[in-house]
């Protein structure tokens, strides 16, 4: 039983094998939170004693003293124009005037298998997986009820949430803020771990104890963004990789979203998570409902490592579809940074025949395929193939790539129109625009109102053609601006509001459709890089390009920082040119494969450019990711050093462990530098294991050899590893340890 009920102190526990998530139907009908941390086996509403805290109301009914105030108590989800004055969950105004929600309990029940989400991403489980809780809470005044889903995966330490809200009343409500959840820390010194960046640099990882007052990160940009990770961690301000409390919260959205956190008066923390209420509102006639999208939580007390690893499991088996996709998908090389918009099928081939000396497999025909599309001001919406750069059409040329041996990969960017396009004149109000003041232009196109019927209908009929008539067994699906300029020329004025998450809903339900369609094709998420890398995606596109920087010392931040949150597997990566298209920096050929292994593994370059020895050494970097990709993307990922050290190094370790990959890129190189020394993690310290291969790659010196070529686990782990000095500009080094 993954949910107990008790009825002697009318306890509810979510129980998972490393954790307890316990709430209280507690005194007047309020439905509070108790704890959430390692199982403790016990009723845990000793804690939370009687308070009498100034200014702090009481609720009316109370007949004995001043102890009892929502404003003190944990909340399960807060509500708002209530005693409470921490962070509300739920906001809305009714038709008479009535500002905010007091939640009692109306019903609870325990169900067998997973709760399910109309119209949005959310995980799913096997029916003896996962159990779900709902408990029903009910605002007498505006006749609002909140069903509060909670999901419980013993097996995974994890628990979702979501809630269902209807309007039981008999006149309109208007929700100002709906939160996936609410989670009250009441005692303990957390920290707030989140990820910022800008595009090309994304998810740089930021760690500040919580302070008095609302600290958040969010996007207003419709889309996840580049600019603010949805993805954030709560820690125990002394937690490591290794030892600790944390908590990761998970917003399964990739449109405009909030994380508030709160340190109280009486030192409680309090974060609310859910769609970004700024600009937000849904109307709710009688008998409506909405759903908020769904909050994955997680819980280690083993330091971040071990909150990555259950997500990474959770994502890859729960909420992930087509994953299994990836393991036949073959090495791909695509046309961006090759050739930018100079596509056309003679150069296609030409990078279809040099690909294939690089032990690649599929050529992406990126950008620049399509109408009169030679740049980036024009012509997003006539998605058919431009025949003088193509004579034989997406066919001929798929035709002609399977001469080659190679498969066939396609660059979408179906949710924009640029102004200078058939579509757009055939229908200007189709776009997001402010009616009486010109839309602002992102790189000269304007967004599709995907929250319209017959726009998402036009998008499913283009894009399914497409895909029959290219025949591709890839999509990459791009996305290149903010959203800004939010109003549907299709919704009345009181609904305006509703218009965002209605752009979101009919994304989430084109991807459904089509990833159901075509079920052998994978499809790449992409948003100008990471400006929409986020678990909402990941639910049709099992990977999603991290970012538009190739350049690999800058990855190495950027996909440090996604591997928090995210499997490697999700991570779209490829191999570039040198010097870097984005930063200019000269980087050795090895260590920019080094970087693009923990992640998808692709290039982004014109083999033509390369010596016969380059193409040799990439054709056998591809061999050796091929060999180890289920250790990469489907074992465990540890972060072995802090960013400000001289070097990364990721370990990965194979599920079963019967071996380790160890990576390692010199950011700074030093003049008589300490020994580079590292301690292995993840190994069985009984089993000995065998150095199978070891590579450096850029160095100006000629490293020594490691001296020995088998170790115990337990020397590994414990005593550590010291490399060879390592000199030049960014050299790496890949050690594969066999488990004998
Ligand atoms: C932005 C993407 O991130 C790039 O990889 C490339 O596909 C361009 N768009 C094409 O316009």
Not at 334 to 346: L, P, Q, T
């Amino acid at each position: 039983m993954a949910i107990e009920y008790r009825a002697e102190r009318r306890t509810l526990t979510l129980l998972t094998d490393g954790s307890a998530y316990q709430m209280q139907l507690g005194a007047l009908g309020y439905l509070l939170h108790l704890y959430y941390g390692p199982r403790c086996g016990d009723d845990l509403d000793y804690l939370h004693l009687p308070r009498d805290c100034g200014f702090s109301p009481n609720p009316h009914e109370l007949t004995e003293g001043r102890g009892f105030s929502l404003d003190t108590l944990p909340q399960e989800y807060s509500g708002s124009n209530g005693a409470d004055f921490r962070l509300p969950s739920v906001a809305l105004e009714t038709a008479a005037g009535v500002v905010g929600a007091d939640l009692h309990v109306k019903s609870w029940e325990i169900r067998p298998g997973k709760y399910a989400l109309a119209g949005l991403p959310a995980s799913f489980a096997a029916e003896d997986e996962a159990e779900t809780l709902a408990v029903t809470l009910s605002d007498e005044a505006s006749g609002l009820e909140v069903e509060l889903l909670y999901g419980v995966f013993p097996a995974r330490d994890v628990i979702t949430r979501a809630a269902r809200i209807r309007n039981a009343g008999s006149e309109r409500v208007t929700l100002r803020k709906a939160a996936s959840a609410c989670l009250d820390l009441p005692f303990g010194r957390w920290d707030f771990i989140s990820f910022h960046g800008r595009h090309a640099m994304e998810r740089q990882l930021e760690r500040a104890p919580v302070r008095y007052g609302l600290q958040s990160a969010a996007s207003r940009r419709g889309t996840s963004s580049h600019h603010n990770d949805p993805f954030t961690i709560l820690c125990a301000h002394d937690a490591t990789e290794d030892h600790g409390a944390c908590y990761g919260l998970m917003p399964v959205y990739s449109g405009s979203h909030r994380t508030d956190v709160e340190l109280d008066q009486g030192g409680s923390v309090r974060a609310v998570a859910g769609i970004n209420p700024d600009g937000f509102s849904w109307r709710l006639l009688p008998g409506e409902a909405f759903e908020t999208p769904e909050l994955i939580l997680a819980f280690s007390d083993e330091g971040l490592t071990g909150l990555s690893h259950r997500l990474h499991r959770f994502l890859r088996r729960n909420l992930i579809r087509g994953g299994e996709k990836q393991k036949r998908l073959p090495v791909l090389l695509n046309s961006w940074e090759a050739c930018y918009f100079g596509v056309d099928e003679a150069r296609m081939l030409a990078l279809a025949r040099g690909a294939k000396e690089l032990g690649a497999g599929m050529l992406v025909l990126d950008d620049g395929w399509f109408a009169n599309r030679f740049d980036d001001r024009r012509a997003l919406g006539d998605w058919t193939v431009n025949r003088e750069k193509f004579p034989g059409g997406l066919a001929g040329l798929h035709a002609k790539l399977e001469q080659e041996g190679m498969a066939f990969g396609l660059w979408v960017e179906p949710e924009m129109v640029s102004e200078d396009s058939a579509l757009f004149r055939a229908h200007p109000d189709w776009a997001l625009r402010v009616p009486g003041r010109p839309p602002a232009l992102g790189r000269d196109q304007l967004v599709l109102d995907l929250g319209r019927e017959e726009v998402a209908e036009y998008l499913h009929e283009t894009l399914a053609a497409l895909l029959r008539e290219s025949g591709v067994c890839y999509v990459k699906w791009d996305m290149n601006r903010s959203i800004c300029d939010v109003y549907s020329a299709a919704l009345p004025p009181e609904r305006q509001g509703e218009a965002a998450h209605r752009y979101m809903l009919g994304l989430y339900r084109l991807l459904d459709r089509l990833t159901g369609e075509f079920p052998e094709v994978l499809f790449e998420g992409c948003s100008g890089g990471g400006g929409r890398f986020d678990a909402g995606i990941l639910a049709w596109c099992p990977q999603i390009w991290l970012s538009d920087d190739t350049d690999p010392i800058a990855r190495l931040s950027i996909q440090q920082g996604a591997s928090y949150g995210y499997p490697v597997a999700a991570v779209g990566a490829h191999v570039s040119a040198s010097p870097n298209h984005q930063t200019g920096r000269t980087t050795p050929l090895g260590t920019r494969c080094t970087v693009a292994m923990a992640g998808s593994f692709g290039f982004e370059l014109d083999p033509a450019s390369l010596s016969e020895a380059e193409k040799a050494e990439l054709c056998s970097q591809t061999a050796f990711f091929l060999r180890c990709r289920e250790t990469i993307h489907n074992g465990l990922f540890y972060r072995l050093c802090a960013e400000d050290e001289a070097f990364t190094a990721w370990q990965f370790v194979a599920e079963d462990g019967h071996e380790a990959l160890l990576t390692l890129v010199l950011k700074n190189p030093e003049a008589n530098p300490a020994p580079l020394h590292l301690r292995l993690k993840g190994l069985d310290p009984a089993a000995r294991y065998r150095l199978s291969d070891c590579a450096f790659f850029g160095c100006r010196n000629t490293p020594a050899a490691l001296p020995r070529a088998e170790y115990s686990g337990a020397a590994l782990l414990h005593a550590g590893l010291t490399l060879p000095q390592l000199l030049g500009d960014y050299p790496s080094a890949r050690l594969l340890f066999e488990k004998l």
